[in-house]
């Protein structure tokens, strides 16, 4: 069990580029998480997977924000024409009935 | 819907004293409670979860908490700090069995002074 992993760790990108996540879960967990973090807040909710099926995205995940889990195994996060409030840490966890277990997250910066 | 409310955003302890931080949560269903901790610039770690059953649960780094379901209170406890406690608290609410989205509090930042 190597844990959730997330690549990568930071990222600094100019304001309307796109850019790309990965989370890798625990291999046998079948539910992926994305949660968002600002400075100073908790995380929220941005969507989850159980196996490859999207089954439920927050209000906050706009269209530029898209999920992907293909084969139900690593997940892609792709945020469009960034923003600068989309800068946060953004955290992937996965999940079976025994628990969550959370990745150490990307932080996003956009200037 | 589900909420938590962390009261106070920043606690400050000194070395050896009792660690006191409160959630309360609402929740139109039995919840799910849980405690992460987090240190700079690093992911979430389970201190300890309420799912059902005995209501004070005992958790990692000699942390406790206890589910009043009256108060709809989970506020977590340590009887001495140590300085390695000092870091970012979050409590959270789950609807399901800890396999269903997470709502969390803000957060409360732990110092603890020498």
Redesign the interface.
Known sequence: DTG?SQDPRHKITKRGQNVTFRCDPISEHN?L?W?RQTL??????LT?FQNEAQL?KSRLLSDRFSAERPKGSFSTLEIQRTEQGDSAMY?C?S??????T????T?LTVV | AQS?TQLG?HVSVSEGALVLLRCNYSSSVPPYL?W?VQYP??????LL?YTTGATLVKGINGFEAEFKKSETSFHLTKPSAHMSDAAEY?C?VSEG???T???????TRLSVIA
Do not use: C
């Open positions: 959730v539910r998480y949660y100073g807040q908790g995380p929220e909710f989850y439920e955290l966890a999940s079976s009935v025994r628990g969550y959370f990745g150490s997250g932080r | 938590v955003s849980f992460y610039n690093q992911g979430l770690q389970l979860k979050f959270a069995s800890g396999n989205p997470l709502v969390f509090g803000k957060g």
